[in-house]
């Protein structure tokens, strides 16, 4: 279980490579993935408010003609000022207070029923045996929550106001003292406790839904055990000894395998990513055994990742591996020999990782899910060995501490013991680089990384010659936490592949309630934020019309991005009128149009299109970023706490202007006008 | 603007000035001229009442005054504020022509939810309420979604809600509309009483005899234009004609009627200029207006 896209720090998050995109935005160049929130944030509102100033002094100079819009149009900023710093709350309560009457009296407690219902059809159709049973019942919850939540505020936020100007209902309230900044808010804050109840209320239903669910028991007979007889050379009264192995009866979909001991402890098979806990009592001269709920299906890992660098067949360090040829161009694969994909962690510390564990048994906890290319089908039955070392990147000193067998698909749990035996060498990391000559010519040269590793080689070499004990953290793992983990592919002519977040060390797992509880604040904050755009929207456009671009605004959001790069005019095959050139003169999408005046035509009218795109695209909000949280959730992995502050400060971020803006949009509606 | 004024309120209450609206569809093109320089003058404790058929701009001033349009040219000032000020409507009552509330809630919860916009605390609101309640003869429908209201119990839902913060300056829309005879009297007795307490009143109604039974002041519009303005009973004076009444008249002196009144001892019970109704007194402004479009008609006379 990966995910691809990990969640970035706080401070990453803030400010990403902000010099950088300013720079790229002064030279009007694409600016680049990671602008970070603040700047993203400024890009956007400033493209808002900016169009809403636009707007507002066109509407001022329709009414009052050129000459005489300063005057209204300064009085209108003026009073718009005056109003939002004079909100009462008691008339905005008010407000909010009718916003969930209403909602209540036109009976949206049908949503309850539906969702209960939805529930209960799940638990008929959801495979509770399927591998990644939690996962899929992670993303049902999710999703139906999603898809229920926002349908029910964009319904609520869209066609609130426009049904109070449609009944007229908003004459008798706009005639009281209230500010269209109290109606705005008061629309938002109903709204948005009706939409968090109902969240709520789903939130809870769907834990215990899942956690029903997906929790099970084995039976487990003395029948189902086979005795297994004392070997030679072996002490039959030792403790430890293996005294019976077998299955435990089918439930979900799977057995689990038993090892019992002499002792009475017994050893449970992971499957399904679960275990379960099996105690054993003598009844009359009988061995009754219990097995305890499963444990680990719903799972919160908090990984630690690595920088991934690879090294090329001729030892060398490089950026990337090689291209077997895949489209998607997330994993770079190596080979046999000297290739390896090489994980750099920084800042490592013992007290971070779990010291026992069920899965993974006194060691370093290590998840991966690789890629296989074949290159020849060899024996299909048997998988693609890999090996894994760790190494100092202080002294060079490398140690090989397993081979594993690859499986496509399936994420695989091995533990680095804490102490292991090994054969010590020392593995210098080399890389090439060009540099000018002082003729001017440039010749290519080699550098060690890092430069210290080769400073005490020599010595390093003497010292590690033969094979002994090592202790992970005292040999492998640097004064500043530093520590690498090697892979290396063991088959010859054929290929593993790995990307940066394939492998990760897993730090003690948080709490699974509390992740939960994360994933659907989440929810809630798309919610919030779905409100906000659709009481913006509806405060100068129909019902249907608001909620269409309610909806507008949440696909744009995802795809953000992408209309960035339309804006930039970096898509292949150029605007939507190149297009249409292309393929109405059937010309493919990267052939170069000939120079013509019609190429010239829609080249400029897509300039036109891309500038309008852009503007866009910098004034939605990345709602892209929420997508990493569900996924982050339904995998089983920890979403860090502060995120929940990235996502209230980004949902908090938009609200804000996205309030005002309506506010000034409705303070200058004349209300009465049919 | 006056600046006497007794309390809080200003001696003229509501003031427009060259008020004029239009219309205008999409496009910024000219729809419908609907009020043309309209410049008016309402005093404290006045009930004054616009008349004018329909599509005359009766609704589009009030709804002027109280910001619920803005005006294409010209100034409004209701309680000394501009009209757009939303502060002004801490003293306003309004009552719609149609009643525009939230049918999904009962008497008790619209009347507590209008309070609660005025910043009412909870016991002024509760015996606000209750009063208001038993002031519109609501008391057993109290519970009732307005859903399940008859036009007239809607009507008089509507004004409870509008007399919920004791206003000042009381706009009516059409108060009488849907209202039984009885409920008209009420309504009627309501003005006067308002009227009494010194607060003013602006109505506009189709039923002409109940502006005639309240009104101190009236002005008629037709398309726009203010056709006439002034006191009621100098409006509906005929001052070219002289009307004698009298009771007890036998049928001789009906023959000499005006000679012999005083030789015949009866009593001369009045005597001076008849008066119109205010319902022929309306048409007749109507046909002048539409004869000669544009002009000012003279109170009174008839020409």
Wanted: glycine share 8%; charged share 20%.
């Amino acid at each position: 279980m990966i995910l691809e896209k990990e969640i970035p720090s706080f401070y990453d998050w803030l400010t990403g490579d902000w010099q950088r995109a300013v720079l790229e935005l002064i030279f009007f160049r694409r600016i680049n993935d990671n602008p970070g929130a603040i700047l993203s944030w400024l890009l956007s509102i400033g493209t808002l408010l900016l169009a809403a100033l636009i707007v507002g002094f066109v509407f001022c100079a329709v009414r009052y003609g050129l000459t005489g819009v300063f005057v209204p149009f300064g009085r209108a900023i003026r009073r718009g000022v005056e109003n939002l710093t004079n909100v009462s709350f008691a008339r905005t309560w008010a407000i909010a207070r009718l916003a969930i009457q209403e909602s209540i009296r036109r009976r949206i407690m049908i949503l309850v029923v539906l969702f209960m219902l939805i529930l209960l059809m799940a638990g008929w159709f959801l495979d509770r045996g399927s591998e990644n049973a939690a996962e899929l019942y992670m993303t049902f919850v999710m999703w139906s929550t999603t898809i229920l939540v926002l349908i029910l505020t964009l319904f609520l936020s869209s066609f609130s106001l426009p049904t109070d100007f449609k009944n007229k209902t908003i004459y008798s309230v706009v005639t009281k003292p209230v500010r269209s900044s109290e109606l705005v808010f008061g629309r938002i804050l109903g709204i948005a406790i009706v939409g968090t109840a109902m969240l709520l209320f789903m939130a809870i239903a769907s834990y215990f839904f899942v956690t029903s669910e997906l929790n099970h028991s084995h039976l487990l007979f003395e029948r189902d055990l086979t005795p297994i007889s004392v070997e030679a050379g072996e002490q039959s009264d030792n403790a430890k000894r293996l005294v019976f192995k077998g299955e435990t009866q089918l439930n979900s979909g799977h057995r689990h395998l038993v090892d019992v001991f002499a002792d009475g402890t017994v050893n449970v098979g992971v499957v399904n990513g679960h275990t379960h806990r099996i105690t054993s009592e003598k009844v009359n001269e009988q061995t009754r055994y219990v097995v305890h709920n499963e444990q680990g299906t719903l799972q919160a890992r908090v990984p630690v990742y690595g920088k991934l660098d690879f090294r090329s067949p001729e030892g060398l360090d490089t950026d990337k591996g090689i291209n077997v040829g895949d489209e998607w161009d997330y994993r770079s694969f190596i080979g046999a020999g000297d290739e390896a994909a090489i994980y750099r962690f920084t800042g490592l510390q013992q007290s971070t990782f779990p010291q026992t564990d069920g899965n993974f048994k006194n060691g370093l906890p290590v998840e991966m899910t690789l890629g296989v290319f074949r290159t020849h089908k060899g024996n299909i039955e048997r998988r693609i060995t890999a090996s894994l070392s760790v190494r100092n990147p202080k002294t060079g000193l490398q140690a090989e501490v397993m081979t594993f067998s690859t499986e496509e698909f399936v994420t695989k749990y091995v533990a680095i013991p804490w102490t292991f035996d090994g054969t010590p060498q020392v593995v210098q990391r080399r890389g090439r680089t060009t540099q000018k000559t002082p003729d001017g010519r440039e010749e290519s040269v080699f550098y060690s990384v890092p430069d210290d590793a080769t400073a005490s080689q020599e010595r390093n070499d003497a010292q590690f010659s033969r094979r002994r004990t090592f202790d992970l953290f005292k040999d492998f793992v640097t004064d500043k936490g530093e520590m690498e983990i090697w892979l290396q592919c063991v088959d010859r002519q054929q290929y593993i592949g790995m990307a940066r977040s394939d492998l990760y060390l897993r730090a003690a797992d948080g709490s699974v309630g509390w992740n939960f509880v994360k994933g659907f604040y989440g929810i809630w904050m798309r919610m919030l934020m779905l409100t906000a755009f659709g009481v913006l929207f509806s405060t100068f456009l129909s019902g249907p019309v608001a909620m269409i671009s309610t909806v507008g605004v949440m696909v744009a959001g995802f795809s953000k991005a992408f209309m960035i790069e339309i804006g930039l005019n970096k898509v292949l095959g150029g605007g939507p009128f190149e297009s249409l050139l292309r393929i109405m003169t059937q010309q493919n999408m990267v052939v170069d149009l000939p120079k013509s005046f019609s190429t010239t035509f829609v080249q400029s009218a897509d300039n036109v299109y891309s500038m309008f795109m852009r503007l866009l695209g910098q004034a939605i909000p990345p709602l892209s970023d929420y997508s990493v949280y569900d996924g982050a959730v339904v995998k089983g992995f920890s979403i860090p706490s502060y995120w929940l502050m990235n996502h209230t400060i980004m949902t908090l971020a938009y609200a804000v202007p996205l309030f005002i803006v309506a506010y000034l949009i409705l303070s200058n509606r004349e209300v009465a006008k049919s | 603007m006056s600046e006497l004024t007794a309390g809080n309120v200003p001696e003229i209450v509501v003031e427009t000035r060259n008020l004029t609206k239009i219309y205008r569809d999409f496009w910024g093109r000219q729809k419908v001229r609907a009020l043309k320089a309209l410049d008016l003058e309402i005093r404290r404790g006045e009930v004054f009442g616009l008349l004018g058929p329909n599509g005359s701009g009766k609704t589009t001033t009030i709804k002027l005054l109280l910001g619920l349009l803005f005006p294409t040219s010209g100034d409004i000032f209701v309680l000394g504020k501009p009209a757009t000020d939303v502060g002004k409507n801490e003293k306003i009552g309004y009552l719609p022509e149609e009643s525009y509330l939230y049918r999904f809630l009962n008497a008790e919860e619209t009347l507590d939810f209008y309070g609660r916009l005025f910043n009412m605390s909870g016991p002024v609101r509760r015996q606000r309420i209750a009063q208001l309640i038993s002031m519109v003869g609501l008391e057993s429908a109290r519970k009732r979604q307005l859903r399940e209201y008859s036009k007239g119990m809607s009507r008089r839902i509507g004004l409870a809600q509008a007399l919920i913060n004791d206003p000042d300056l009381v706009l009516l829309d059409e108060p009488t509309s849907g209202l039984d005879p009885i409920g008209t009297r009420n309504m009627k007795d309501l003005i006067l009483d308002l009227k009494k307490r010194g607060k003013t009143v602006i109505m506009s109604s189709h039923l002409l005899a109940d502006v005639q039974d309240v009104c101190d002041r009236i002005g008629i519009l037709y398309q726009g234009e203010l056709k006439e303005l002034g006191r009621v009973e100098d409006l509906l004076k005929v001052s070219n004609e002289t009307e004698i009444r009298a009771s007890n008249l036998s049928e001789t002196a009906k023959n000499k009627i005006i000679d012999i009144i005083k030789e015949d001892n009866a009593e001369l019970v009045f005597s001076g200029h008849p008066t119109t109704t205010l319902e022929e007194l309306f048409l007749r402004i109507i046909e002048e207006s539409e004869a000669r479009p544009g002009r000012r008609v003279r109170g009174g006379n008839k020409i």
